[in-house]
């Protein structure tokens, strides 16, 4: 069955340095959501796009920004990257309660 | 709002015993429930899902959990641990369909020979 794809896999930025980071959903899912999980934490709710449209935000840095285009693909910009930044970014689709993961993109800032 | 503990941040077990992996939720409607687990440097996986059907919620690998209402708990279980068993468990609380998940804050298994 096919699987939620993002790329690239892994990353590496400078500080300052902007990053622009895809998902592609299972096929019929309408929702997509971004989620930053630091070293050692658990994944962090970022945003959402149901239907093309933000539905939902969470602990996004002003220096990021998404959206979900057409063909339902989504696209998460970074800009000014910090070192803090260093993350592995997941992405998720969903068409009803469960969210389907993507195996994520690590990004390393140096 | 919603929130979910992981009671236990590492649990170790030896192959072949029993696995129990505590979590507690808060929610101020009814919430769907999931269980994901996470191998070194891989994605999420889920394992099981509660959404205000069956109270105990079978999933892959063995795994099951039940959730109690009264007891706002939703504990993951599995009758006999196998190496490849050793992982991050995340317990996933949402409000609704559509809605973000709130992770745990992770539960490590290791499992011994």
């Known amino acids: 069955a096919a699987g939620v794809i993002q790329s690239p896999r892994h990353l590496i930025k400078e500080k300052r340095e902007t990053a622009t980071l895809k998902c592609y959903p299972i096929p019929r899912h309408d929702t997509v959501y971004w989620y930053q999980q630091g070293p050692g934490q658990d994944p962090q709710f970022l945003i959402s796009?149901?239907?093309?449209?933000?539905?939902d935000k969470g602990s996004i840095p002003d220096r990021f920004s998404a959206q979900q285009f057409s063909d339902y693909h989504s696209e998460l910009n970074m800009s000014s990257l910090e070192l803090g930044d260093s993350a592995l970014y997941f992405c998720?689709?969903?068409?009803?309660?469960?969210?389907?993961f993507g195996p994520g993109t690590r990004l390393t800032v140096t | 709002a919603q929130s979910v503990t992981q009671l236990d941040s590492h649990v170790s077990v030896s192959e072949g015993t029993p696995v129990l992996l505590r979590c507690n939720y808060s929610s101020s409607y009814s919430p769907s429930l999931f269980w994901y687990v996470q191998h070194p440097n891989k994605g999420l996986q889920l394992l099981l899902k509660?959404?205000?059907?069956?109270?105990l919620v079978k999933g892959i690998n063995g795994f099951e959990a039940e959730f109690k209402k009264s007891e706002t708990s939703f504990h993951l279980t599995k009758p006999s641990a196998h190496m490849s068993d050793a992982a991050e468990y995340f317990c996933v609380v949402s409000g609704s369909a559509g809605n973000k998940l709130t992770f745990g804050g992770g539960t490590r298994v290791l499992v011994k020979p």
């Open positions: 998720a689709s969903s068409s009803a309660y469960e969210q389907y």
């Open positions: 796009f149901y239907e093309k449209m933000q539905s």
């Open positions: 509660y959404t205000s059907a069956a109270t």
